[in-house]
């Protein structure tokens, strides 16, 4: 028990000094957008982090389709293999949640081969769910990020909406 009082004051100490150089570091992520989404669906809406930033496009006709954009200068820590894919399906009049395994999928993101899996199976009211694995992009000036990408849209969505992204400095 001391010992969680005697490091816990290091622990506050430890995340405050991350946060000032994060700071710093922030400025130079390059950020990763959709033309194309902003064209579609108008302007993302943007939301600054300790780490970083979050940009989210959405469908105006359609809440069943998004992009998110988390970039970050920090690795963000994934998987090492595709989880099953979480869904619900109705039987005897119950939903019942169902896992169904998968395979990687691969698409070109800015010149890049990424990773993306299926998250979610479509759910009440809710379209079919990707993400990506971390991926670092380095802008031509050098800065560099990290990017995890969500996609609440179809498997061939997620692929053309991945391939229309590109980095700004």
């Given at each position: 028990?001391?010992?969680?009082?005697?490091?816990?004051?290091?622990?506050?100490?430890?995340?405050?000094?991350?946060?000032?150089?994060?700071?710093?570091?922030?400025?130079?992520i390059p950020v990763l957008k959709s033309?194309?989404?902003?064209?579609?669906?108008?302007?993302?809406?943007?939301?600054?982090?300790?780490?970083?930033?979050?940009?989210?496009?959405?469908?105006?006709?359609?809440?069943?389709?998004?992009?998110?954009?988390?970039?970050?200068?920090?690795?963000?820590?994934?998987?090492?293999?595709?989880?099953?894919?979480?869904?619900?399906?109705?039987?005897?009049?119950?939903?019942?949640?169902?896992?169904?395994?998968?395979?990687?999928?691969?698409?070109?993101?800015?010149?890049?081969?990424?990773?993306?899996?299926?998250?979610?199976?479509?759910?009440?009211?809710?379209?079919?769910?990707?993400?990506?694995?971390?991926?670092?992009?380095?802008?031509?000036?050098?800065?560099?990020?990290?990017?995890?990408?969500?996609?609440?849209?179809?498997?061939?969505?997620?692929?053309?909406?991945?391939?229309?992204?590109?980095?700004?400095?």
């Amino acid at each position: 028990m001391r010992f969680i009082f005697f490091a816990l004051p290091l622990l506050v100490l430890s995340s405050c000094s991350q946060s000032s150089s994060t700071s710093t570091e922030q400025k130079n992520i390059p950020v990763l957008k959709s033309s194309t989404r902003e064209t579609s669906w108008g302007k993302a809406k943007k939301s600054q982090s300790a780490d970083g930033y979050e940009l989210s496009y959405e469908n105006p006709q359609n809440r069943s389709e998004s992009l998110t954009i988390k970039g970050s200068p920090n690795f963000f820590f994934g998987l090492t293999y595709p989880p099953d894919i979480k869904g619900e399906k109705l039987v005897d009049g119950k939903m019942i949640e169902t896992r169904t395994p998968q395979v990687w999928q691969k698409t070109k993101v800015a010149g890049k081969n990424i990773y993306f899996y299926q998250s979610h199976f479509p759910m009440r009211g809710r379209g079919p769910r990707f993400k990506t694995l971390c991926t670092n992009f380095q802008a031509p000036n050098g800065a560099e990020g990290f990017y995890l990408i969500e996609i609440e849209g179809t498997k061939n969505q997620a692929q053309q909406w991945l391939s229309e992204l590109n980095l700004r400095h």
